[in-house]
C-alpha cells in the first residue's frame, strides 16, 4: 500500500512569490493534516482537513491556506512568502478522528 | 491545551534501555498521551499511543502513573538506528479542536 505522498521534494522561491505544496493521502483515509518544521523546531500544526472541509488551523496568518479535493488530496498555498517560511512542510493523513496519522516524507521550501 | 516538557536531548549506549519522561501537569480528562518518532529529513512516525496505567506494543512501552501529570515512553535494548527525535503528544484526538502540538522533542543519540 502506498504511503503519503507530497511534492514537490524541494521548492526555491523568492520573498513575495506563492508557494503551492500538495499532498496525496493513503488511499481510503479522509483526513489530512498540514505542519510545518523550520530549521532545529518541532512540528509547528497548519491545518486539518476532511472530508474537503478546513476543521481546524494553527496559528499561522491567513496566507497559509490549502483545501482538499474530492479525492482527498490537498494543496497548501503559502502567499506573499517570507524567509521564515523556509522550512520542511509535512502533510499526514488519517482514516478517521482520532486515527494514527501516517506522515509523507516532506517539502522542502526555501525563500531567498 | 496541554503544555508538555521534555529533555532536549539524551545520550544511550547501544543495548541500554532507554526511558524519556514527559511531564504534563494539566492534561485533561479526554486527553490522550501520544508518542511520535522523527529521522533527520522524514516525517515523523506513531511509537504508541495511551490513557492510563500501561501500553506495550512491539517497539515500546508506555508508563502513565495515575495522576496522569507525566508519562514514561521506555525503549528497551537500543540500537544506532533508534538515534531520532521523540515527540510527546497531549490531547483529545477525537476532538474537532485537538491541534497536534508537538514541541521541540527529545534527541536521543544511541552511541556504539
Known amino acids: 500500500e502506498a504511503g503519503v505522498t507530497q511534492s514537490p521534494t524541494h521548492l526555491i522561491k523568492t520573498r513575495g512569490q506563492q508557494a503551492t505544496l500538495r499532498c496525496s493521502p493513503i488511499?481510503?483515509?479522509?483526513?489530512v493534516y498540514w505542519y510545518q518544521q523550520a530549521l532545529g523546531l518541532g512540528l509547528q500544526f497548519l491545518l486539518w482537513?476532511?472530508?474537503?472541509?478546513?476543521?481546524n488551523r494553527g496559528n499561522f496568518p491567513p496566507r497559509f491556506s490549502g483545501r482538499q479535493f474530492p479525492n482527498y488530496s490537498s494543496e497548501l498555498n503559502v502567499n506573499a512568502l517570507e524567509l521564515e517560511d523556509s522550512a520542511l512542510y509535512l502533510c499526514?493523513?488519517?482514516?478517521?478522528?482520532?486515527?494514527?496519522?501516517?506522515f509523507g516524507p516532506g517539502t522542502r521550501l526555501l525563500v531567498l | 491545551l496541554a503544555k508538555t516538557t521534555q529533555p532536549i536531548s539524551m545520550d544511550s549506549y547501544e543495548g541500554q534501555e532507554v526511558n524519556i519522561t514527559c511531564s504534563h501537569n494539566?492534561?485533561?480528562?479526554?486527553?490522550?498521551i501520544t508518542w511520535y518518532q522523527q529521522f533527520p529529513s522524514q516525517g515523523p512516525r506513531f511509537i504508541i499511543q495511551?490513557?492510563?496505567t500501561k501500553v506495550t506494543n512491539e517497539v515500546a512501552s508506555l508508563f502513565i502513573p495515575a495522576d496522569r501529570k507525566s508519562s514514561t515512553l521506555s525503549l528497551p535494548r537500543v540500537s544506532l538506528s533508534d538515534t531520532a527525535v521523540y515527540y510527546c503528544?497531549?490531547?483529545?484526538?477525537?476532538?474537532?479542536?485537538?491541534?497536534?502540538?508537538f514541541g521541540t522533542g527529545t534527541r536521543l543519540k544511541v552511541l556504539a
Open positions: 503528544l497531549v490531547g483529545d484526538p477525537y476532538s474537532g479542536t485537538y491541534k497536534y502540538i
Open positions: 495511551g490513557y492510563k
Open positions: 488511499s481510503g483515509h479522509t483526513s
Open positions: 494539566n492534561i485533561a480528562t479526554n486527553d490522550y
Open positions: 499526514a493523513s488519517s482514516s478517521d478522528l482520532g486515527e494514527t496519522q501516517y
Open positions: 482537513y476532511d472530508e474537503g472541509e478546513e476543521r
